[in-house]
């Protein structure tokens, strides 16, 4: 109902209500509850006049053809299944849990309710603002370590905002992407690995947020609008370009694994070299003895919550971070990088 209400205000003009009501086959009390339903989730629909309705700003909804349209004809046969939802509590816990058929798939929300990032955040994206993608790969065994896959998926969402037109950009490990020390774009590895490998890859890419979104998001951020100089790209253009892109990376990492990311992964690392501060939460296990080479490292379990600060000294050959900690260099696979940029 809301959507319907929302595809016909789309174009960004003004529409009365009586047009309302007949284009979408609704109730004067179904147009009010329509309304409600999109001010709830972000989308701003101003009264011009007498039962005159029109958005603040337009919005580009995401079309299922469009976007395989403008996939290479090898990536559409490569992918075997697309969806796209109006709203999903979260689209990696729809790909992860619910969805059951052929792979690779792919799943797009307009809308999620529990968005999930790192270390249990809320990813927040209002009604058709960025995007919120996830890919599932046709993983058997995972042939290659999955926080290599981390880093080579993050490695390539940089370089196709890059090839949007996105200039001074870069990650900050593991895959958070930074424009300017303010957060742009983010990815979340979830698997369940058990007689199968079942992987998800979500993407959550802030487009064209709204002035009214600022306050729900508590650490610095910034969208591609801005980013490109208040230029506008079409949504589903950038959907299109990212799946191209994860999915060829999806089909290399088995054979090739991280060494053939390393190199760009070092060209976008915003922590290279800098102090910076690692926070690894509670129970987490944790690789503690010096490295030496030929010699493994002793896993303890962490009880508390811990801070180490070290000199960045880029990944090894897992996507794991190397810390310089005194006279030590030790490796972390997982926690939240702080640094001052």
């Known amino acids: ?11 960004g003009h003004q529409h009365t209500a009586e047009q309302l009501i007949k284009q979408c086959h609704l109730r004067v009390t179904d147009l009010k509850q329509a309304f409600n339903t999109l001010s709830t989730f972000g989308v701003r629909v101003l009264e011009r006049g007498t039962n005159i309705y029109q958005l603040a700003e337009p919005v580009e909804l995401l079309d299922h053809a469009r976007i395989l349209a403008a996939l290479p004809l090898k990536t559409r046969q490569r992918l075997a299944q697309m969806e796209i939802h109006t709203v999903l509590d979260s689209t990696n816990q729809y790909a992860l849990t619910r969805y059951c058929g052929a792979v690779p798939f792919v799943c797009l929300a307009e809308y999620q309710t529990a968005g999930r990032g790192r270390q249990g955040r809320q990813w927040i994206s209002p009604y058709a603002s960025g995007l919120c993608l996830s890919l599932k790969p046709c993983y058997t065994i995972p042939y290659q370590p999955l926080s290599g896959l981390n880093i080579a998926l993050a490695v390539t969402v940089a370089q196709t905002l890059r090839t949007l037109g996105a200039t001074e950009i870069g990650i900050k490990w593991p895959n958070d992407i930074l424009w300017r020390g303010r957060k742009l774009a983010g990815l979340l590895l979830e ?8 992987i998800v890859y979500g993407i959550g890419i802030n487009v064209k947020m709204h002035t009214s979104d600022i306050k729900a998001i508590n650490q610095p ?66 690789k503690k003895e010096p490295l030496k080479t030929g010699q493994n490292t002793k896993n303890t379990l962490l009880k508390n919550k811990e801070h180490i600060t070290g000199t960045a000294c880029g990944i090894d050959d897992q996507g794991a971070l190397l810390l310089q900690v005194g006279h030590q260099k030790r490796r972390y696979v997982c926690g939240e990088v702080s640094l001052r940029l």
């Open 191 to 198: 698997s369940r690995i058990g007689k199968k490998c079942n």
């Open 221 to 286: 951020f910034v969208d591609l609008f801005s980013v490109l100089g208040h230029k506008s790209l079409s949504r589903n253009t950038i959907a299109a370009k990212l799946i191209d892109h994860c999915l060829q990376t999806l089909d290399r990492y088995p054979q090739v694994g991280l060494t053939a990311f390393r190199q760009d992964w070092h060209r976008f690392d915003l922590s290279y070299g800098q102090s910076v501060t690692l926070q690894i939460p509670q129970n987490t296990p944790l």
């Open 1 to 11: 109902m809301y959507h319907a209400v929302l595809q016909t205000l789309a174009d």
